[in-house]
């Protein structure tokens, strides 16, 4: 069967979530302009606002076989996650019967290469398909085409929920270290919301500063706004000093929008490494007292406890004692998940009101 | 601090558990005289009978810093497993206040090497401290030496129960696709039941060719054997062409030993691949006869139904819709360990009346 290749930027057959940068080259999570000026003062978020995490297109096709050709900026290399972890993509299709986005397959390609090609789609019949390809999480994408049966007709597709919500944080929001891009916890919260959420996950470089909330600012109408940044800006004292001015920054953009501040999740390193687990317990008070204040202000701010969500085996849920596993990271989406529902039900309530 | 080094060999100070091939060179789960007649029918299983899965060096030590030194084969090679996942090594300790062992930490090495150093063990304290150290599960380990501090103990420790399992399987008994060793089920369910498993999970190579029950069978004193090879010999014929042999085979030499057979667990191929569904639900009947076949004999056969492993949102439990991430391997050390158990406890009840 011949196929034709559609670029994913082209909006009449795709569409795009998970970005406010299309109109600068590739699929990065901040603008050019952004990234220029953040360049100045934290070079690795300038860089890492590049890779494509959280970043998904939707579209509705009956072609049974789908291909993608991929170009990546740079080779696969890190330690703890794989090829496919960190630059792989993968591709979920509404299911009727179980009523949810189920997991069809993932690129397990070449990781010594920058550029791909995966026969990712394989469906045995033209019935329709509603798909989403989730981007690579710790790398960034140039370039996607998406191969189609020649015959066969591919339209953007579009979430059924418009509620938007926007995450800052750390590696771990970033998706560190799941084993493809489908598992990030905010990619799960994604479908079994079936609606968009901005990734602003920075691998070891979320400090809190104000610059950073304004770049993150331009997402408009957000419905809500995370800030679960503990295991970085709370590593000494940035925390404490930023958290404040970056959240009165957002709110100047957005004054009404619902914040959830998270304290972090627990881990392995939390059964030793006293350092860690004094800082911990300090910011864990800290950011439980700081949303108090808030909502004693009349905003509507709220905590996530991050403590509370690994249960039983909670050691087993990382990969090196800090980062999820997938088995953590569906913990996370399970934890996160309800709390954000019930802080959007909560504000949705209170504007019927 | 200076550091002392002892080979893990050295049985005055570890014990190795998993292995029965530790006077050849390095950590190998089969034989060297048995892989080289392996080899001249099945060379795959006579490569990866050389990969360490499964294997666990247990020891007791009040050293707070443990170092390890691994040589291993070769470099990592794969694209769905992380440089950790395939070639990596972790290290569990025994948690008083939890009952169990949990994860401390896991050799996030350099993915190019061949040789490495990795401070494993970053404990504070120098009480004692019961330890489990699991080895690479898609590599072979040629030597691994554990470094103590100078003025601590080391000796060797024993798991608590002394009931040895055998399993015999595919690329998913062999751990393909966890994060680190620890996260490989079977792994998993010898931590929880504090016993002895040989893993003999042979990617893409499980054809249950008589040859390999009689190595396997060299493993003395099983409590149980598990025969888990559908995803493999299930693919076409063999499955049903060997199966019995196989067991006739092992069943020479371990008569009494009560014998699960796991039909293939469920993941996100079965939803679409016409020729895999047919397959498997061919010898999932099959299986099922087999074994109600052997049990109206009076044989203590027992069936082990993978269709009931996953549960809720199946599909998200593999990395590339068939190989299980960490979630999907936990969801499977939960059901055999619970199957396991059931077994085991039906056995000790017989031989006592």
């Known amino acids: 069967m011949k196929m034709k290749y559609i670029d994913l ?36 978020v300038a860089y890492l606002a590049t890779n494509s995490s959280g970043i998904q297109a939707r579209f509705k096709t009956n072609s049974a076989k789908i291909n993608i050709k991929v170009v ?5 290399n890190m330690n703890h996650m794989s090829a496919l972890g960190q630059c792989g993509l993968d591709l979920y299709v509404y299911n009727q019967s179980f009523n949810e986005y189920v997991f069809h397959n993932s690129t397990v390609y070449n990781s010594k290469l920058t550029e791909y090609e995966y026969d990712l789609g394989r469906f ?76 602003y996950g920075f691998s070891g470089s ?17 419905d809500l706004f995370i800030i ?12 404490e000093k930023n958290l404040k001015l970056f959240i009165e920054t957002y709110k100047v953009y957005h004054p009404n929008v619902p914040i959830i501040i998270a304290s972090r999740i627990h881990f392995a390193v939390d059964l030793y490494n006293k350092e860690k687990i004094k800082k911990r317990k300090y910011y864990e008070r800290w950011l439980k007292k700081v949303v108090k204040d808030y909502q004693q202000q009349g905003e509507n701010i709220y905590f996530l406890d991050g403590s509370k969500v690994f249960k039983k085996h909670f050691t087993e849920m990382t990969v090196d004692g800090i980062h999820p596993n997938d088995l953590g990271s569906m913990e996370m989406a399970k934890y996160y998940y309800k709390k954000i529902r019930e802080v959007l039900d909560t504000n949705n309530k209170n504007k019927e009101l």
Not at 139 to 160: C, F, H, S, T, W
Not at 233 to 238: K, N
Request: aromatic residues 8%; negative net charge; proline residues 3%.
């Open 206 to 222: 979320a400090f809190c500063e104000k610059e950073l909330a304004e770049a993150i600012a331009r997402v408009e109408n957000p």
């Open 124 to 199: 045995e019949t033209n019935e329709d398909k509603e798909l989403i390809l989730n981007l690579p999480l710790y790398m960034g994408a140039k370039q996607i085409e998406v191969g189609i049966e020649d015959d066969a007709y591919l339209v953007p597709n579009y979430v059924r929920n418009e509620e938007r919500i926007v995450i800052y944080g750390t590696s771990i929001t970033q998706g560190g270290c799941v084993s493809r891009p489908g598992m990030l916890h905010t990619n799960v919260i994604s479908r079994w919301m079936d609606c968009e959420i901005f990734n």
């Open 72 to 76: 990546i900026d740079s080779v696969a």
């Open 9 to 44: 930027k082209n909006e009449d057959h795709f569409k795009i979530y998970g970005s406010i940068a299309l109109e600068d080259e590739g699929y990065r999570r901040l603008l050019k302009e952004d990234r220029d000026k953040i360049r100045e003062f934290n070079k690795d």
């Open 228 to 239: 679960d940044a503990q295991a970085n800006a709370g590593v000494d004292d940035r925390l």
